[in-house]
């Protein structure tokens, strides 16, 4: 709820926190930029805010070649918010107009096309229609800059209907032509046409290196890898299987990405940084949280600590129900038997990498994908590997998600979630939160019966949720806190 007074404050200071939540416009020059923008800061008759990329761009501006702003991480307004708006933006990220069109995202939120247009142009400033193609132009680009694919083929496999509305598109908002951002991005482009590498930008301070060792100890054979240092999976995307390998450097997380068909580009970039966490608001969570005795240590020992979420939100309801009283180590276990009986043999290969190159890789190649839903929605309950209430839970799970009456997509309505997970024989309010705080990425997800969060803050479950009132809308946040220190033996 700023005023353009404080925005314009922000942008003198070159603050990189506030990049992604708006943009400015420069009417002197026809350029937009991120607050960080290194160039001179304009005069402030010169300056328009703008609340999105797409909007500035529907208002004519392109994008500035020396800050990259539609290459800004996420706004966390639209992570954490539970409106139409949000839940769209969310679904338009994962790709969702590429596949569906408008008409399908209209449908999986429950409204009319023109309700959702309406929403959006209030507050985006962009129709949904001009949000997506700001999206296939981002995607566009990454393609253009790091693979030897055609100018054609790379119009399409980001989603544009022909080449020419490509070019037009391009033109509008970068000011070049597709073949100009191939030869000013210089350097080599991979020779095949399913392998990237990219830099997946956050805002600091960015504990990443917590969330990668969360999913890492939990890696399960098969399907995932961690070294200590690079984490690898496998992914199930839209049009195919896909590996990722994600490692933390200095102000960015490094990706490298294997995909049997490129045009899922956008949502494996999503996924990716839903997995991680990486359009959090790290200065707006930790001042709220430090404001606790029981946390701010917490806090200023691990600031800007990130959420892990999820690729996969069947697979997370699956590994919650599995590790429901089960160590660690024995879900790992179990999962991986799972996966080697029920999960399906990846098609693209995890990439190896010998020797020092600076290239990286999957650690040792992970390849199997998850089960899918009708994988697991008939497995009969006697099978073994868990008791049968567990199974038959599962395969609840797996049929709810399979006719829609469970949804946990990016756009769900997380309360709706919740109560379609209670409803499954065997799911308790434990599981159901932390499929939230994970598949949902609900930032204000809180499992209190968890026994670890219990004996980490010395407060039994009701007293804990008691005291996790004064958290919200950031309980998942305080929970990670509790979690990592009693892992990490900063508190008994």
């Known amino acids: 709820m700023w005023d353009d007074e404080t925005r314009y404050a922000v942008i003198r200071g070159k603050d990189a926190r506030y990049d992604g939540q708006f943009f400015t416009a420069v009417r002197t020059t026809g350029i937009y930029c991120r607050p960080s923008c290194p160039a001179r800061t304009p005069a402030r008759a010169n300056v328009s805010f703008y609340p999105s990329a797409a909007a500035a761009q529907r208002a004519g501006y392109r994008s500035c070649r020396r800050c990259f702003p539609d290459d800004a991480p996420g706004s966390p307004r639209w992570k954490v918010g539970e409106d139409v708006a949000s839940r769209a933006v969310r679904l338009i990220d994962d790709g969702v107009v590429e596949r569906e069109g408008v008409a399908g995202l209209a449908r999986r939120l429950g409204y009319t096309e023109r309700h959702v247009s309406r929403v959006l142009v209030d507050e985006l400033g962009a129709s949904p229609q001009a949000l997506a193609i700001a999206h296939r132009l981002h995607h566009a680009r990454t393609l253009l800059e790091t693979t030897a ?282 599981t159901a939160e932390y499929v939230a705080l994970r598949a949902l990425g609900d930032p204000d997800g809180f499992p209190s019966g968890d026994l670890v969060l219990q004996k980490a803050a010395g407060l039994d479950g009701r007293a804990l949720a008691e005291q996790a009132e004064a958290w919200r809308p950031w309980r998942a946040y305080a929970a990670m806190h509790l979690w990592t220190a009693a892992t990490e033996g900063r508190i008994s």
């Not at 209907?161 to 191939?182: C, K």
């Not at 997995?275 to 917490?298: Q, R, T």
């Not at 276990?333 to 190159?357: C, I, K, Q």
Request: net charge neutral.
């Open 149 to 430: 694919l055609p100018v054609a083929d790379v119009a399409f496999a980001a989603g544009f209907g022909s080449v020419r509305q490509f070019n037009d598109a391009a033109r509008a908002a970068w000011a070049l032509t597709p073949s100009e951002v191939r030869r000013r991005a210089g350097g080599p482009a991979t020779a095949g046409p399913t392998t990237l590498e990219l830099r997946l930008r956050h805002r600091a301070p960015a504990a990443v290196d917590r969330a990668l060792a969360f999913v890492g100890v939990r890696a399960v054979e098969g399907v995932e890898t961690w070294n200590g240092a690079t984490y690898g999976r496998t992914m199930r995307l839209p049009h195919g299987p896909g590996t990722v390998a994600l490692e933390a450097v200095e102000g960015h997380v490094r990706a490298r990405l294997a995909l049997a068909d490129v045009r899922d580009l956008g949502a494996a970039v999503a996924r990716c940084r839903r997995l991680l966490d990486l359009d959090a608001d790290p200065a707006a969570v930790d001042e709220a949280l430090a404001a606790s005795s029981l946390l701010a240590p917490l806090v200023a020992a691990v600031p800007g600590l990130r959420v892990p979420g999820a690729v996969d939100p069947f697979e997370m309801v699956v590994r919650a129900i599995v590790g429901q009283q089960v160590s660690v180590a024995g879900a790992r276990r179990t999962l991986g038997t799972m996966v080697e009986r029920f999960g399906g043999v990846l098609s693209v290969p995890a990439e190896r990498t010998e020797g020092d190159s600076g290239v990286l890789s999957v650690p040792t190649g992970p390849g199997r994908v998850f089960p899918s839903p009708e994988a697991l929605a008939d497995v009969d309950p006697a099978s073994g590997l868990v008791p049968q209430a567990r199974w038959r839970a599962i395969s609840a799970a797996a049929r709810a998600m399979i006719d829609g009456s469970l949804d946990l997509s990016p756009g769900a309505d997380r309360a709706e979630a919740r109560r379609a997970l209670l409803a499954i024989p065997g799911i308790g309010p434990w």
